[in-house]
């Protein structure tokens, strides 16, 4: 039986990424969506807000993902208006938690929560499928993850810059971009901090390339280079 891949789900087959550094948080991810086989989004945004302070990297079912989102925004809106101050890091990955745990067996999702508060500075919480909550100084996920495990620990250090930090996100995703057919398009950045938050677009065609990857081109009709000559 052929497969519909026009109406298949839609499925964020990601990369997301999250990481501490010395005063915050970078929080970054591909911007790929599929259907299959077939690529239904190139530029999908896949960092949302939860709060002025919190984002969520999303992965797996783009519908419970945002599903997910949606809820703990307004259940954070109706925190901050009850306590009068803005949520902490952890109040906001703990409602993702309870939503992801509660209803584990139908949600189809992997989240990355980072942001900055007074009380705790940057915080990085991993709530991947079935509900758990890790607090981790970096966080990867998504299916773009298995080829970044191996290069995180090698890279990843305490007291990074805010610069290093947003270098080695967009450097990982990247990497991931290169051999995840599920990655790929453009990379963004969220860097979280005491001073606000900063967003950052990194096109595809500004990414570095790697082993044996060919560069962009605007038409399948570009010469990919001079041909060589025929030796008779």
């Known amino acids: 039986m052929e497969m519909d891949w026009a109406n298949a ?12 550094y010395n005063g915050g948080v970078v929080l970054g991810a591909d911007s790929r969506t599929s259907t299959g086989m077939y690529v239904a989004n190139r530029v999908s945004d896949k960092i949302t807000q939860l709060t002025d302070n919190v984002y969520v990297c999303r992965s797996g079912s783009a519908a419970d993902s ?10 954070l809106h109706q925190h901050v208006i009850q306590l009068g101050q803005p949520a902490t890091v952890k109040v906001a990955a703990n409602l993702i938690r309870q939503l992801s745990y509660q209803n584990k067996s139908m949600l189809e999702t992997g989240l990355i929560v980072g942001g900055w508060d007074k009380y705790n500075g940057g915080k990085i919480f991993s709530i991947p499928l079935g509900g758990t909550m890790l607090e981790q100084p970096f966080a990867i996920g998504g299916s773009g993850s298995s080829y970044l495990y191996g290069f995180f620990d090698q ?15 967009v450097k990982a995703a990247s990497l991931a971009i290169a051999r995840d057919g599920a990655s790929g398009g453009v990379v963004r950045t969220v860097v979280i901090n005491s001073e606000g938050v900063t967003r950052n677009f990194y096109p595809g065609d500004k990414l570095p390339l790697w082993h044996e990857e060919l560069p962009m081109r605007n038409s399948l009709l570009e010469p990919l280079g001079e041909p060589e000559p025929m030796h008779v």
């Open 155 to 169: 890279a990843w250090k305490e007291g990074m810059s805010k610069e290093e930090a947003e270098a080695l996100v």
């Open 66 to 75: 945002q599903l997910v989102s949606d809820y703990v925004r307004y259940f």
């Open 9 to 20: 789900p839609h499925s964020m087959g990601t990369t997301i990424i999250g990481v501490t």
